[in-house]
T-cell receptor, first 113, second 113 residues
Framework: DAGITQSPRHKVTETGTPVTLRCHQT?????MYWYRQDPGHGLRLIHY???????DKGEVSDGYSVSRSKTEDFLLTLESATSSQTSVYFC????????????FGSGTRLTVV | AQSVTQLGSHVSVSEGALVLLRCNYS??????LFWYVQYPNQGLQLLLK??????LVKGINGFEAEFKKSETSFHLTKPSAHMSDAAEYFC???????????FGAGTRLTVKP
């Protein structure tokens, strides 16, 4: 188990407010990812990180920013939440001991009203 | 970019029957292919992976998948379904650098008693 913790597990927020989701890992894995899951779309990559302060955009990065100031924490920020960002957000790590598979957190269900 | 298509958003089988979940991929270079399973209110769990070694891959819980380059397919099978197999299954593809894993839309498997 890669020891991935996402917080919060559930959040309801109003349109236009900033929201930050946190992903915390305990095993010093280098690569971390943020995905969103929506019905009919599977999972889509938002941003990923390949080290402290090293991040890159994914397939659906508009409206999102990320930061990684410590190896163990990868933050996803919605600067001004919109209803289209209502989704389930998953953090994942690439397991250093198993270079080809990802391990996922339990997810954050975000509702923007 | 690489992509996968899962044929059938819902599959229903009887307990003890064969499970067949279909996945076709598109990639300009040899891909890595994965199947993940998601139980309700949980993250995704890796079932099995193909990384250019044996074309028949065995995973957890009795599942297996066969990489067929000529058909660009990576279908998931299990000889005998169990009630506990009811879940959503995702096929995914990535390339060697593994920083952009693309997921299919998912197939929800229902197992009838």
């Amino acid at each position: 188990d890669a020891g991935i913790t996402q917080s919060p597990r559930h959040k309801v927020t109003e349109t236009g407010t900033p929201v930050t989701l946190r992903c915390h890992q305990t095993e010093n894995h280098r690569y971390m990812y943020w995905y969103r899951q929506d019905p009919g779309h599977g999972l889509r990559l938002i941003h990923y990180s390949y080290g402290v302060k090293d991040t890159d955009k994914g397939e659906v990065s508009d409206g999102y920013s990320v930061s990684r100031s410590k190896t163990e924490d990868f933050l996803l920020t919605l600067e001004s939440a919109t209803s289209s960002q209502t989704s389930v957000y998953f953090c994942a790590i690439r397991n250093s001991r198993d270079n080809y598979g990802y391990t996922f957190g339990s997810g954050t269900r975000l509702t923007v009203v | 970019a690489q992509s996968v298509t899962q044929l059938g958003s819902h599959v229903s089988v009887s307990e003890g029957a064969l499970v067949l979940l279909r996945c076709n991929y598109s990639s300009s270079v040899p891909p890595y292919l994965f199947w993940y399973v998601q139980y309700p209110n949980q993250g995704l769990q890796l079932l099995l992976k193909y990384t250019s070694a044996a074309t028949l891959v065995k995973g957890i819980n009795g599942f297996e998948a066969e990489f067929k380059k000529s058909e660009t397919s990576f279908h998931l099978t299990k000889p005998s379904a169990h009630m506990s197999d009811a879940a959503e299954y995702f096929c995914a593809v990535s390339l060697a650098n593994n920083n952009d894993m693309r997921f299919g839309a998912g197939t929800r498997l229902t197992v009838k008693p």
